[in-house]
């Protein structure tokens, strides 16, 4: 059981990750500079949305297609210099 330590605190390291972000991105509506900077997310020109009369869908297809390019980016430029 002393190997699941090191995924246990894996996952609570990316859990409090997750959690300031997504704390940053509902205060973020407070502060003009923010708010405007980052007012393109999910506003994209693949980005689905369909509604109708009782019915409303969204599909963030490029958004979610820049946060991976993002996020693949940081994730292999951390993993470069731990490496080393």
Do not use: C, H
């Not at 300031?20 to 973020?28: C, D, N, Q, Y």
């Not at 509506?29 to 109708?52: C, N, Q, V, Y």
Request: net charge positive; proline share 4%.
């Amino acid at each position: 059981m002393e190997s699941w330590n090191g995924v246990g605190r894996g996952l609570i390291i990316v859990g409090l990750i997750v959690a300031a972000v997504g704390s940053l991105l509902t205060l973020v509506e407070r502060w003009p500079t923010f708010g405007f900077a980052l007012s393109w997310i999910g506003k994209l020109p693949g980005d689905l949305s369909i509604r109708r009369e009782q019915f409303s869908i969204y599909i963030p297809i490029a958004t979610s297609l820049v946060f991976s390019i993002l996020l693949s980016l940081v994730l292999y430029i951390l993993s470069w210099l731990f490496r080393r």
